[in-house]
């Protein structure tokens, strides 16, 4: 099983929202990450998680807020975000020893 | 600067027709490469190579790496128009990942 879910599938949030997007593996991987990905572009990094604690945070705005509460749960809280903050946001996991990273469906989040 | 470049950026072809897509980085502590497709939605894994000359093969995709020179190939045999889709490289480090732009094939029947 290579299945990283994610939820939802679609979110459409206004600027003064609060909403987070969820992210499980079942797949006993030990780091998990948050990317976003705009139209044409490559997946760019937000955070990681490893062994349930953030080891990077790519210089993302506070109004993304991560968060790890077990080994197969990953979420993003949002607050006060901005329509340029409008993508498709993509939760992965990896196999830390084969090194292997698989993604999730996305969220695909639309900011007004 | 940790840095993948993939090429050519877009590629056209018809069906049946084999192509050739290359990925070279410029990746400190690099420990693997790793090959995705993407079509609408997220990226699917196709490939991890961790060592030289050694080829990752899958039906009609294969892929090898080579550590001396710093780049991996993906290639595709006897294309449909299935494989139309945008490849993804990128070099990992342990805990990061450095994705090239990526190479957008369309396979026309």
């Known amino acids: 099983d290579t299945e990283v879910t994610q939820t939802p599938k679609h979110l459409v949030m206004g600027m003064t929202n609060k909403k987070s997007l969820k992210c499980e593996q079942h797949?006993?991987?030990?780091?998990m990450y948050w990317y976003k990905q705009k139209a044409k572009k490559p997946p760019e990094l937000m955070f990681v998680?490893?062994?349930?604690?953030?080891?990077i945070n790519e210089s993302v705005p506070s109004r993304f807020s991560p968060e790890c509460p077990n080994s197969s749960l990953l979420n993003l809280h949002l607050h006060a975000l901005q329509p340029e903050d409008s993508a498709l946001y993509l939760c992965?996991?990896?196999?830390?020893?084969?090194?292997?990273?698989?993604f999730g469906p996305g969220t695909r989040l639309t900011v007004l | 600067e940790d840095k993948v470049v993939q090429s050519p950026l877009s590629l056209v072809v018809h069906e049946g027709d084999t192509v050739t897509l290359n990925c070279s980085y410029e990746?400190?502590?690099?420990?693997?490469l790793l090959w995705y497709k993407q079509e609408k939605k997220a990226p699917t894994f196709l490939f991890m190579l961790?060592?030289?000359?050694i080829e990752k093969k899958s039906g009609r995709l294969s892929s090898i790496l080579d550590k001396k020179e710093l780049f991996s190939i993906l290639n595709i045999t006897a294309t449909q128009t299935g494989d139309s889709a945008i490849y993804l490289c990128?070099?990992?480090?342990?805990?990061?990942?450095?994705f090239g732009t990526g190479t957008s094939l369309t396979v026309i029947p």
């Open positions: 992965a996991s990896r196999n830390v020893v084969l090194n292997e990273q698989f």
């Open positions: 797949m006993g991987h030990r780091a």
């Open positions: 998680y490893s062994y349930e604690k953030l080891s």
């Open positions: 990746v400190t502590n690099f420990r693997s």
């Open positions: 961790t060592s030289s000359g």
């Open positions: 990128a070099g990992n480090t342990g805990n990061q990942f450095y």
